[in-house]
């Protein structure tokens, strides 16, 4: 079992669907993350949970919106997407959100937007 | 301020030669350096990281040198094998007192090892 596991990895839809990103991880950390990496451009970091409270909205668009029901799974929930929100996301985990613990990355959800 | 500026956007070596990727940032309040690798179909994992008090940091075949005054701190791969083609990421940390750890990485760089 791998520390921060993502599902699905691969997903296409339509700018009307609503869809759900799921992250779990089995590090015991306080602190999950969602990342937004697209081609060239730095990973840009979208939102921060720390003991399941949201401490960070990286001034993200309402179509996305995180849930983090405890501290082991985090959720993105995606409606109304548009196309440049093609990229691939991901969950990340770490000790605590403050110290330089590193951060422990799942493999990523691939998202197509058609 | 807050950006962390990585380069070359790709790098060729041959198998056994050195690699090199620069980092240079403005924000003096950084204070932690990390590296990230990356795989092809994986996600980000950490490398090596520094700290500003220190100038040169190594674990195995990977150095990582910093140079505060100059603002600059560069991943050093010797002996550069096809498995480390993979792509890397550069951060820095910027540590609020107690708030949301915040690591702003740079735009990476693709290394290709030739066997």
């Known amino acids: 079992e791998t520390g921060v596991t993502q599902t699905p990895r691969h997903l296409v839809m339509g700018m009307t669907n609503k869809k759900s990103l799921k992250c779990e991880q089995h590090?015991?950390?306080?602190?999950m993350y969602w990342y937004k990496q697209s081609a060239k451009k730095p990973l840009e970091l979208m939102f921060v949970y720390n003991f399941k409270e949201q401490t960070e909205n990286n001034s993200v668009p309402s179509r996305f919106s995180p849930e983090c029901p405890n501290s082991s799974h985090l959720f993105l929930h995606l409606h109304t997407l548009q196309p440049e929100d093609s990229a691939l996301y991901l969950c990340?985990?770490?000790?605590?959100?403050?110290?330089?613990?590193?951060?422990?990355f799942g493999n990523g959800t691939r998202l197509t937007v058609t | 301020q807050q950006q962390v500026k990585q380069s070359p956007q790709s790098l060729i070596v041959q198998k056994g030669g050195i690699s090199i990727i620069n980092c240079a940032y403005e924000?003096?309040?950084?204070?932690?350096f990390p590296w990230y690798q990356q795989f092809p179909g994986k996600g980000p994992a950490l490398l090596i990281a520094i700290r500003p008090d220190v100038s040169e940091k190594k674990e195995g075949r990977f150095t990582i040198s910093f140079n505060k005054s100059a603002k600059q701190f560069s991943l050093h791969i010797m002996d550069s094998q096809p498995g480390d083609s993979a792509t890397y990421f550069c951060a820095a940390r910027r540590n609020y007192g107690g708030a949301t750890n915040k690591l702003i990485f740079g735009t990476g760089t693709l290394l290709a090892v030739q066997p």
């Open positions: 924000n003096t309040a950084f204070d932690y």
């Open positions: 590090l015991g950390h306080n602190a």
């Open positions: 990340a985990s770490s000790q605590d959100p403050q110290g330089g613990s590193p951060l422990h």
